[in-house]
C-alpha cells in the first residue's frame, strides 16, 4: 500500500430511486487498499461498485480517480481498462470456460493469453473444468469463473460484489488466496463488498460500513472491529440488529 | 412430355437461389445491425420503431409488387433504373418483404439478452462495438433464425415476383412463378414436382443454417 490516493469522493449523491439514495461526504481509498464494504442487504455496496466502476453516473458529487474527475459518460476506455468488477450475479457468456477466462484478454489483443490463462484456471481450481460449457456450471463455478476472468487481467483495481457469497469454505480459501497474490504482486487496489465479517477481517487492510445508503464509519480494520468510533458499528460487528 | 427441359429446370433452379439468396444477403447486412442496435436501444420511439417493423413482417407480398411496379414503370420515379421485368427488381421485392423479419427477430433475440450483460462486458474493459458484437455473438442463434425466416419468406413468395419480374422464361421464371404457370396450364404433377423441388431447396438451406450455428436449431 502507498499514500498515492486511487479514488477519492465527495460529497457523492446517487439517487436511484424515491427511496432510496447513497450519501457519501468523503472517502478516499488509496493506492494498493484492500477496503471492506460491509453493510445489511440495500445498504448501497453494490450503487458504489458501480459508481467506482464508472458503470453508473453519480447524481451530484465528485469522484475522483487517480487524481481525475471520474465521468461515467466520458470515461476512456483506457482508463475503463483500468478497472475490473466482478458482479453480484455474474453472466457467463456461452463457450467454454476458458474461453470465457480468455475474454478479457481477447478484447485487449494481450500477448501470452494461453499461460496467463492457464495460470488463472490453476489459481482457483478450474483446470479440470476448462473445457466444461458455462452455462452447466453450478452458482458457485460461475463466481469462481468470474473471478478468473477478472484476476486474469491484473487491473490496477478491482471491484468486487459478494464474489464469494456461493462458495463453500474450502473455495473461499482458495478465492482470498488467489486474490491475495494479486494484491501483493501487481499492487491492485481492491474493494471488496461482503456479508460475512470474518472474511472482511481476514482480507481487508481498512473496512467501511454502509447503512441505508450512508457511510457510518471508515477505518483500518482492527480498530473498526475491536474500537469502533461509532455505536451503530459496533452493534453491527457484535451482530445486533442496527437497521 | 415434360413442359420443360432438364436445363431448363436447373436454370430456374439456380436463379431462384440467386434472387432469394441475393436478397437475404443484402437484407441481412442491412437488417442485422439494425435489430442489433433496435434491441440494445433504451431511447424513446423504440416501441414504436419495433411496432412498425413487426408490421413490415405483415406485409402483403402483393402489394409490395404492386408499389414497386409502379415505382419502377416507364411513368415511375424510378424508371431510370431500367428495372422492371427483371432479376434486380426481383431482388428489391424480395428483399424488402425480407428485412422486416430479420430486423425484428435479430432484435427480439438481441432484447432478450440479460440488461446486466452490457454492463458486465463494460467492465471487462469491452469497448461499445465490442460490446455490440459480443452480444450479437451471444444471440447468434436468433441471428440465425432470422436469416432462415428471410430465406424462407423469399424462396416461397410469389405475388411481388410474378408482378415485377414478369415471369419470363430464362430471365425472370423462379420455382414459385413456375409453379404458377403450371398451374394455369393444368400440368399439375409438373407443378406439385416443382413444389417439391421448392421445399426441398428450403430444407437444404435450413441444414445448412443449422450446420451453421453448431449443430444446433436455431431457436
Known amino acids: 500500500m502507498t499514500n498515492k490516493t486511487c479514488y477519492q469522493l465527495k460529497s457523492l449523491i446517487k439517487r436511484q430511486n424515491a427511496n432510496f439514495a447513497l450519501h457519501i461526504h468523503r472517502l478516499d481509498v488509496l493506492q494498493g487498499d484492500v477496503l471492506a464494504l460491509l453493510g445489511p442487504t440495500g445498504a448501497g455496496k453494490s450503487t458504489l461498485l458501480r459508481l467506482l466502476a464508472g458503470l453508473e453516473p453519480a447524481t451530484a458529487g465528485k469522484i475522483c480517480f487517480d487524481d481525475a474527475p471520474l465521468l461515467a459518460a466520458e470515461m476512456t476506455l483506457a482508463t475503463r481498462r483500468r478497472i475490473t468488477m466482478v458482479h453480484q450475479r455474474p453472466l457467463l457468456l456461452g463457450g467454454s470456460v476458458r474461453m470465457n477466462v480468455e475474454y478479457g484478454l481477447r478484447l485487449r489483443s494481450g500477448q501470452n493469453r494461453t499461460q496467463k490463462v492457464d495460470a488463472a484456471l490453476d489459481r482457483l481450481g478450474l483446470t479440470p473444468i476448462a473445457a466444461q460449457a458455462a452455462h452447466t456450471l453450478s452458482g458457485g463455478q460461475t463466481q469462481l469463473v468470474a473471478m478468473a476472468r477478472a484476476l486474469v487481467l491484473e487491473p490496477e483495481v478491482l471491484l468486487l460484489d459478494e464474489p464469494t457469497a456461493h462458495l463453500d469454505p474450502a473455495h473461499v480459501a482458495l478465492a482470498e488466496k488467489a486474490i491475495r497474490q494479486i494484491c501483493q504482486t501487481r499492487q491492485t487496489t481492491i474493494v471488496w463488498a461482503t456479508h460475512n465479517l470474518f472474511q472482511a477481517r481476514r482480507v481487508a487492510n481498512r473496512t467501511c460500513l454502509l447503512l441505508n445508503g450512508l457511510l457510518v464509519e471508515v477505518g483500518p480494520t482492527e480498530a473498526f472491529f475491536t474500537n469502533p468510533a461509532e455505536p451503530r458499528t459496533a452493534d453491527f460487528v457484535q451482530g445486533r440488529m442496527v437497521y | ?219
Open chain 2, 1 to 219: 412430355m415434360t413442359p420443360f427441359s432438364a436445363a431448363e429446370f436447373w436454370s430456374i433452379l439456380r436463379l431462384s437461389l440467386w434472387i432469394s439468396g441475393t436478397a437475404v444477403l443484402i437484407s441481412s447486412l442491412v437488417g442485422i445491425p439494425c435489430g442489433v442496435w433496435l434491441g440494445m436501444s433504451r431511447r424513446r420511439g423504440k416501441r414504436l420503431l419495433a411496432a412498425v417493423v413487426h408490421t413490415g413482417m405483415a406485409l402483403p407480398p402483393v402489394v409490395v409488387g404492386l408499389v414497386l411496379y409502379l415505382l419502377l414503370s416507364r411513368s415511375g420515379p424510378l424508371a431510370f433504373l431500367d428495372s422492371l421485368f427483371t432479376a434486380r427488381a426481383m431482388i428489391a421485392a424480395q428483399t424488402v418483404l425480407a428485412l422486416p423479419f430479420v430486423v425484428g427477430i435479430t432484435m427480439a433475440a438481441v432484447a432478450a439478452a440479460p440488461a446486466e450483460l452490457p454492463l458486465q462486458l463494460r467492465s471487462l474493459g469491452a469497448s461499445d462495438w465490442q460490446c455490440r458484437w459480443t452480444i450479437l455473438r451471444e444471440a447468434r442463434h436468433g441471428v440465425l433464425l432470422a436469416v432462415a425466416a428471410a430465406f424462407g419468406r423469399s424462396i416461397s413468395e410469389v405475388g411481388a415476383v410474378l408482378i415485377v419480374g414478369g415471369n419470363i422464361q430464362g430471365h425472370t421464371r423462379v420455382l414459385t412463378t413456375a409453379v404458377v404457370l403450371e398451374t394455369g396450364k393444368g400440368n399439375f404433377e409438373f407443378a406439385l414436382a416443382l413444389g417439391g423441388a421448392l421445399l426441398l431447396l428450403a430444407l437444404l438451406v435450413n441444414l445448412f443454417i443449422v450446420g451453421f450455428s453448431g449443430g444446433r436449431p436455431p431457436a
